[in-house]
């Protein structure tokens, strides 16, 4: 059985049954060299031994790439100084921890180090590397929060606090007591709802793309390497050395310069100081807002409520409903995954490399056959080239019976006159499609997972947008 600690973070696992289930039954792909795992182990063995007067063990940063170790050295130099004073308080290494019951097991809430004064008080601190998500406070799950609240000790003689070194800050854990036994409450339903999950019970969602099993699972069929045969591959599928996540944005990448996609898709490594502001787009927001609307008013039965009355959203959703589509489709989903998953031998180890692109919305035709609709809202007017690719072969593997699937590109944007763009795509006609996208995921698949410097690079015109530039430049 599952602890509730796979329910925590990914919203994959509570949204999907079937993974929760496959979760807890066989052991997924290890990915067992995850570049931010070892960064971060890397970063707590040096901030370890600096609480502890000792060396970083042998081998820690020596062990990467210069890519990486460069990152390690820096999140070393922004954490350092957020460490409490080395005096004569008492550390305690050992993993401590704080638990709280949900039905017959624990989530457990781990610390690296406990920093006990001389009166008892105790102050928790937990590392993390990575960066907050938009929306968010905290790196650590609401739930793991809620933990810490809810001990007897918070905040009488308990306080726990996030080291982030990714912005160089230490920030304390604070929830409403409130708000922090709803959350475990809502956890509670949450595990006694999957405790008896069915591992064929699959909800396809956007919580697809960060996914544990996801290259076990038929949302993504499986098709041989050789992608001589346009059906899905219906052995039993074993869990690989590494599991690569390629979407749609990174098969774009991959056609302009692999390290890029890579150092994306595969080493998390982080964009340019200077990046974000140069990229930043009213436009940008405007679009995904209007997209999560859609995602809600095209299953609703009153969709224009979602919209009207709201001075940007309105008019995107006039022009939907004005498009001329010659052929309409009833929507049976939104936020619906399409792709593959391919498996390789590279260098004596396994890797699958799920290739996906996220339709805003699915369903047929009047004639049965089945169609994937996505949004535009840019004023250019530009795709992916992998876009309609992508979904045209994820369509047919997951309906093998049709004999064609259709794809929907709606360009909408205010100035404009809306515009309906279907291509039908047939199964037999669809194998240069497969080839070409089979081969990104086979050069994918050859990148050496522990070296950032060992992805191709291309140097182009792309490389001013490129959120990598500066440091790319620094070590080619």
Same mark, same amino acid.
């Given at each position: 059985m599952?602890a509730?600690k796979?329910l925590?973070?990914?919203l994959?696992?509570?949204r999907?049954?079937?993974a929760f289930a496959n979760l807890?039954?066989r052991?997924?792909?290890?990915?067992?060299?995850?570049?931010p795992?070892?960064r971060w182990?890397a970063?707590w063995?040096?901030?370890?031994?600096a609480?502890?007067?000792g060396?970083?063990?042998?081998?820690s940063?020596d062990?990467?790439d210069?890519? =990486?170790?460069?990152i390690v050295?820096t =999140?070393i130099?922004?954490a350092k100084?957020l460490?409490?004073?080395?005096?004569?308080e008492?550390f305690?290494?050992?993993w401590?921890?704080?638990?709280?019951p949900i039905?017959?097991q624990e989530?457990?809430v /781990?610390f =690296? /180090?406990?920093?006990?004064d001389?009166?008892?008080?105790?102050?928790?601190?937990r590392?993390k590397t990575a960066r907050?998500?938009?929306g968010?406070?905290?790196v650590?799950a609401?739930?793991?929060?809620?933990?810490?609240?809810?001990d007897?000790? /918070?905040p009488?003689s308990l306080?726990?606090?996030e080291?982030?070194?990714?912005?160089?800050?230490m920030?304390? !854990?604070?929830?409403e007591?409130?708000?922090?036994?709803?959350?475990l409450?809502?956890?509670?339903?949450?595990?006694q709802?999957?405790v008896?999950a069915? &591992?064929d019970?699959?909800?396809?969602? %956007?919580?697809?793309s960060?996914c544990?099993?996801?290259?076990l699972?038929?949302?993504?069929p499986?098709?041989d390497p050789s992608?001589?045969t346009?059906a &899905?591959?219906?052995?039993?599928? !074993?869990?690989?050395?590494?599991?690569?996540?390629l979407s749609k %944005?990174?098969?774009?990448?991959?056609?302009?310069? $692999?390290?890029?996609?890579?150092?994306?898709?595969?080493?998390s490594?982080?964009a340019d100081?200077?990046? $974000?502001a140069?990229e930043?787009?009213?436009g940008?927001a405007?679009?995904?807002r209007f997209?999560r609307?859609?995602?809600d008013?095209?299953l609703?039965?009153d969709?224009?409520?979602?919209?009207l009355g709201?001075?940007?959203m309105e008019?995107l959703?006039l022009q939907?409903?004005?498009?001329?589509?010659a052929?309409?489709v009833?929507?049976?989903?939104?936020?619906?995954?399409?792709?593959?998953t391919?498996r390789?031998?590279?260098?004596g180890?396994?890797? %699958?490399?799920?290739?996906?692109?996220l339709?805003d919305?699915?369903?047929?035709e009047?004639?049965g056959? &089945?169609?994937?609709?996505d949004?535009?809202t840019g004023?250019s007017?530009?795709?992916n080239?992998?876009?309609?690719?992508?979904?045209?072969?994820?369509?047919l593997l997951?309906?093998p019976n049709s004999?064609?699937?259709?794809?929907?590109i709606?360009?909408l944007?205010?100035?404009?006159?809306?515009?309906?763009e279907r291509?039908?795509w047939e199964?037999?006609?669809i194998?240069?499609v497969a080839?070409?996208?089979?081969?990104?995921a086979?050069a994918?698949a050859?990148?050496d997972?522990?070296?950032?410097?060992s992805?191709?690079?291309?140097?182009?015109e792309?490389?001013g947008?490129?959120?990598?530039? =500066?440091?790319?430049?620094?070590?080619?």
């Amino acid at each position: 059985m599952s602890a509730p600690k796979d329910l925590v973070g990914r919203l994959s696992r509570r949204r999907c049954p079937g993974a929760f289930a496959n979760l807890g039954g066989r052991p997924p792909t290890t990915n067992r060299n995850a570049p931010p795992l070892r960064r971060w182990k890397a970063t707590w063995e040096a901030l370890s031994a600096a609480l502890t007067g000792g060396r970083p063990a042998a081998g820690s940063e020596d062990s990467f790439d210069p890519v =990486q170790a460069a990152i390690v050295t820096t =999140q070393i130099k922004r954490a350092k100084p957020l460490l409490p004073a080395l005096e004569r308080e008492e550390f305690d290494l050992d993993w401590p921890r704080l638990s709280f019951p949900i039905g017959d097991q624990e989530l457990e809430v /781990f610390f =690296q /180090f406990v920093h006990a004064d001389s009166d008892g008080f105790l102050k928790m601190y937990r590392l993390k590397t990575a960066r907050i998500k938009e929306g968010e406070e905290f790196v650590s799950a609401p739930e793991e929060i809620a933990t810490v609240v809810s001990d007897p000790r /918070f905040p009488g003689s308990l306080e726990a606090y996030e080291i982030r070194t990714a912005d160089g800050e230490m920030i304390r !854990l604070e929830m409403e007591p409130t708000r922090a036994k709803e959350t475990l409450t809502q956890l509670e339903s949450d595990y006694q709802t999957m405790v008896g999950a069915d &591992p064929d019970d699959i909800h396809p969602g %956007s919580h697809c793309s960060m996914c544990d099993v996801a290259d076990l699972c038929r949302t993504f069929p499986a098709i041989d390497p050789s992608m001589e045969t346009v059906a &899905p591959d219906r052995r039993r599928r !074993l869990p690989s050395a590494y599991r690569l996540m390629l979407s749609k %944005s990174r098969l774009e990448d991959m056609d302009l310069c $692999q390290r890029r996609a890579a150092w994306r898709a595969w080493f998390s490594i982080p964009a340019d100081l200077d990046h $974000q502001a140069r990229e930043t787009s009213p436009g940008l927001a405007v679009g995904s807002r209007f997209h999560r609307l859609m995602a809600d008013a095209l299953l609703s039965d009153d969709p224009g409520s979602y919209f009207l009355g709201d001075p940007e959203m309105e008019p995107l959703y006039l022009q939907h409903q004005n498009l001329p589509c010659a052929v309409p489709v009833r929507v049976r989903a939104t936020e619906f995954p399409l792709g593959f998953t391919v498996r390789f031998r590279v260098d004596g180890h396994s890797v %699958s490399v799920v290739s996906y692109g996220l339709a805003d919305a699915v369903g047929r035709e009047p004639d049965g056959t &089945p169609a994937a609709i996505d949004h535009k809202t840019g004023l250019s007017g530009g795709s992916n080239p992998h876009e309609t690719e992508i979904y045209a072969l994820g369509a047919l593997l997951r309906f093998p019976n049709s004999p064609a699937v259709a794809t929907h590109i709606h360009h909408l944007a205010a100035g404009r006159d809306p515009v309906c763009e279907r291509v039908a795509w047939e199964r037999d006609r669809i194998g240069e499609v497969a080839s070409r996208l089979g081969s990104l995921a086979g050069a994918a698949a050859r990148w050496d997972p522990l070296d950032a410097t060992s992805p191709p690079f291309r140097v182009g015109e792309w490389c001013g947008t490129c959120p990598f530039e =500066q440091r790319c430049i620094s070590y080619r």
